[in-house]
């Protein structure tokens, strides 16, 4: 092959595997009864019934797959091989999630047959692929805000497993229909627990584990701080001795917050089907502790027993507490100059983190654009590393900036973090899809084979998301691609002055 089909080839590719070398030959055809042989250490069964579903759904075809033992050495449970020849497709996996993996990479490797008005069929190049992820913990953020259709969540969780992110935490904005205290939601703008329900099983089957957020410290009003909306007050000012007076953060002192806020987490975690990890945010709280007896009281002796409160008790159910960091580091202290700190020196919050539990998993949060450093500092991510020696498990949290997340990416997998949560907010539609899409999904799983922000990946990303189109049975307009719109729907789109 020349290194322009080599490149073509790989371009498609999102994320690009560990080691991948092409071959010249006769292409693998994707037909009825084509040779599969399927390696697997376990479920082997349920592994081929997996296979067989993957190859209709993908290419319409039923396979000959052949079941064998696997032999060899992988690089990790969601690690997997697969040799392409004319005539045989082999693939060797532990079992579900890797064979997810490869069945992922072998859809976009995969090209329809030419000279044909429609569709005759798929194909395979010849090859070898060695592939394994770099990080084990590899997440997107998605928000569900009262104006966001829950299509559109689908549709991230289906691009995200597609690229081989295998965790989503879903922060319901103030729409989560609770029942234990239904008035800690916008009535009337509840979103459908049943349709909800589908996504969490959904992810299962896509290989993706969906992780509930609810915010614990600060961001207490579940609306942006911008609006002046609040979820709770709005409508029911009675609730005012709960919150802080300005509403935007929970009042620690009262016995009533922590019992409510029990039962909104644990109905939470129960209806996600009880995850391995709960997101209790604890971003952003600047106005915290100032309501009467809050300022009476220690405040980070308040927020300590209020963490370790919620710790412990996921712990009992075998779940760890995910939390941003920004609290547990001062604003104004030389060592984070550049970088997110959010407690004020008033807070006195700096030395927290000693006396919480090292299981509690940090996650950093930085969207600072490295070039915008001052000239003299490199964008050395301080934050993550000082957490990680003090024997915390860290996340990195990039946001849109291209180089942000690649550079925070490779520092996590370099320095063995515990992984990457890329964040999007309400904001994963444009030019910020490949950031989120190509840059995020490719530095968590491959670090070393980074494609550059083009066209090329844009491209590819538009590709892989028709076929998420087309798996999802999309029928409007509004919600093809991943932008509802193509041009602004402002007062006037089309200059007509």
């Known amino acids: 092959m020349t290194e322009r089909d080599v490149k073509i080839l790989t371009d498609r ?63 990790g449970e969601e690690s997997y091989k697969i040799s392409i020849t004319e005539n045989l497709l082999e693939i060797s996996a532990h079992g579900r999630n890797a064979l997810l993996n490869a069945m992922k990479t072998l ?9 044909t008005k429609t569709v005759s069929g798929y194909f395979l190049v010849q090859c070898d692929v060695d592939d394994a992820p770099a990080l084990n913990f590899r997440g997107i953020h998605l928000c569900i805000f009262p104006e966001t259709p829950l299509w559109d969540i689908e549709k991230q969780l289906r691009l995200a497993a597609y690229h081989k992110f295998n965790y989503a935490v879903i922060e319901p904005w103030g729409v989560f229909p609770f029942e234990s205290h239904p008035e800690f939601s916008w009535k009337n703008q509840q979103l459908d627990k049943t349709a909800l329900k589908r996504l969490i099983t959904l992810g299962k089957d896509l290989g993706i584990t969906l992780i509930p957020q609810l915010n614990l410290l600060g961001h207490a009003s579940a609306s942006r701080s911008i609006t002046g909306k609040h979820a709770v007050l709005s409508f ?29 987490s644990l109905e939470l975690h129960d209806f996600f089907d009880r995850p391995p990890f709960f997101h209790i945010g604890c971003d952003e709280a ?13 405040l980070k002796t308040l927020i300590k027993e209020h963490i370790c409160f919620f ?82 498990d860290v996340l990195v949290c990039p946001w849109l900036n291209w180089n942000g997340i690649v550079e925070q990416g490779k520092m996590a997998a370099k320095r063995n973090l515990y992984g990457m949560l890329e964040t999007t907010w309400h904001i994963f ?7 989120i899409h190509c840059a995020a999904a490719s530095v968590a799983w491959n670090p070393e084979q980074i494609p550059e922000n083009s066209l090329s990946n844009r491209l590819a990303l538009a590709q892989h998301t028709r076929q998420i189109d087309w798996d999802m049975g999309v029928k409007e307009y509004a919600e093809t691609g991943w932008c509802k719109n193509q041009v602004s729907s402002g007062p006037f789109p089309l200059n007509e002055f």
């Open 13 to 75: 590719l999102i994320p690009r595997p560990k080691k991948i070398d092409f071959r010249d030959g006769s292409e693998y055809l994707l037909r009825d009864n084509c040779a599969v042989a399927l390696n697997v250490a376990h479920d082997r069964g349920s592994c081929a019934e997996l296979a067989g579903k993957l190859f209709m759904a993908y290419w319409q075809c039923a396979p000959d797959i052949r079941i064998g033992d696997l032999s060899g050495t992988l690089r």
């Open 107 to 115: 859809r976009q490797l995969a090209e329809v047959q030419r000279g």
């Open 236 to 264: 029911d000012p009675q609730l005012q001795p709960l919150f802080e007076p300005e509403g935007w953060s929970w009042c620690l002192t009262n016995p009533e917050t922590r019992k409510i806020l029990t039962d909104l």
């Open 286 to 298: 600047d106005n915290i502790g100032t309501c009467r007896d809050c300022r009476s009281k220690e």
């Open 311 to 392: 710790h412990d008790l996921f712990a009992g159910r075998n779940a760890k507490v995910i939390m941003w960091h920004d609290m547990l580091i001062t604003k104004g202290d030389p060592r984070w100059k550049g970088y997110t700190a959010c407690g004020l020196p008033e807070h006195q919050l700096g030395e927290l983190y000693k006396e919480l539990p090292r299981d509690i998993i940090i996650a950093d949060w930085q969207y600072r654009n490295p070039e915008t450093l001052p000239e003299d500092a490199d964008p050395d991510w301080p934050v993550a590393k000082f957490f990680n020696q003090e024997n915390f």
């Open 429 to 435: 539609h444009e030019r910020h899809a490949t950031a």
